[in-house]
């Protein structure tokens, strides 16, 4: 007997656990088939372990940096199986918040692998039907990308799922990738007393990221010992006893103990069987959908990292939300995926909404750019973080002045906690008049974008 639900969703993370929240705070019965743990990739083997290490590297600074402000303290040094203990603590935590919330939300969650099959029925491995007589909703998610030559054997290739689980960290490294989550492993590392190199096949790290701010975290990236190497070509690697030696296409090699492979996440839709359903996959793998997370099969959804948006756990909260709003028929507004907010917890850390300056100038904008250091905000100099800064970019409007901003950009302490307000004018569209009449409390890191800000009215107070 098949069991009937209003939305059956086919994977308990991000984009599918808020799905099943938001669906059932609507009043909708939801079922979730989840063939490992609720919360996903982000709870268990991303977001949240990979900031909580981070917090490890940021302690210890803090500690190594102690005795500048006058606090007497030994020197720090690391036990990761401590820090491994701590991440699970709160990971584990969390996990348990989840699963209560879901329970209380009356949400059914079923364990195993669920393929979809026609007429809204998920068919999972242990036998059970379920039917979402409204919706499907595809939330499978994705795995780390992986590189031929590079077979992933846990002791010299590791991927994000294998760092995350470590309890001992390597002597060296070499992260292959200098993406986001590449140049948080290497800063982390790196921070805690790990030989770092990044080997990136692109003319720069963080591709994506306004040139000013990506300069700023490879100067302190190489200032911090990191060997950051850019246009690198990967030939393989051989390993030899403890360590492994690394052949790049310009015939130098690099000998480490590990090899930290991320070059990006493949998303899973193999998982769910769509062979057959009429659900389009292209040729990477993702699931094909409109601005409203439609498949184009009557009913059935996909949302996360399983179609071709940025791979962000805040973009599958937001998608979830417009598909089950589509599927309650309330109007939803699709969500504007160049204006999503980015933030990369590495130090220093970055985080950016909108177009960079490059990108504005390529879409054939006129702009009006203005930057401020945090080298002359008061609280950036009393944290001793006075390393970044603030830059935003608005068109030019009509009279020759700034109007609408169409990018904000950061890099430098605690920017992941301030982009908010910038995310908000982006979206905003707002002008540097309207944004500029908003106080930032004194002393606080806030100041620097309302500077920048006020800078590009002609009138700024402090430069
Ligand atoms: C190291 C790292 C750091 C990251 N840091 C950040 C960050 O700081 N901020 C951020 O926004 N994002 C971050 N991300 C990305 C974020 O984790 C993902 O964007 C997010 O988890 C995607 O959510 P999702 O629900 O689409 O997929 P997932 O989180 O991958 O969840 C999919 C779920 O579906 C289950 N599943 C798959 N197939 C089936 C099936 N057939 N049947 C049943 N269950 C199935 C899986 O077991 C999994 O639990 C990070 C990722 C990594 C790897």
Redesign the pocket.
Known sequence: MAEEFDVVV???????YAAALYGAAAGLRMAV?????VG???LH???IP??QFLETATVFRTVAGAKEFGVVADQPGVDFAAAQGRKQKVVDQLWKGLQSLMKGRKITVVSG???LRPNRRVNVDDGTELIGSKAVIL????VPRTLPGFDVDGRFVLT?DEV?ALDKLPASAAVVGGGA?GCEFASMMSDLGVQVAILEALPKILPGCDKDVADVVVRSFKRRGIDVRTGVKLEGHEPSGEQTTVSLGDGSTLTVDAIVISVG?RP?SD??DLDGTGVVVDGKGFVQVDGHLRTGVDGVYAV???VDTP????V?FAEAIVAVKDILGEPAVAVDHAKVPW?I?CFPEVAFAGLSEQAARDAGMDVVVSKHRFNSNSRAMIVGEAEGLVKVIAERGPDGRAGSLVGVHMVGPWVTEQLAEGYLAVNWEATPDEVSAYIHPHPTLSETFGETVLSLTGRGLHG
């Open positions: 086919i994977g308990g993370g991000p984009g599918g088939v989840e063939k490992e743990k996903g990739t982000c083997r991303g977001c990979a900031k692998t669920g393929v939330a499978s998610g994705s994000s995350l989550i996440r899973l998982s769910l996360g990292d399983l791979q962000l756990a805040h599958g933030c917890y």
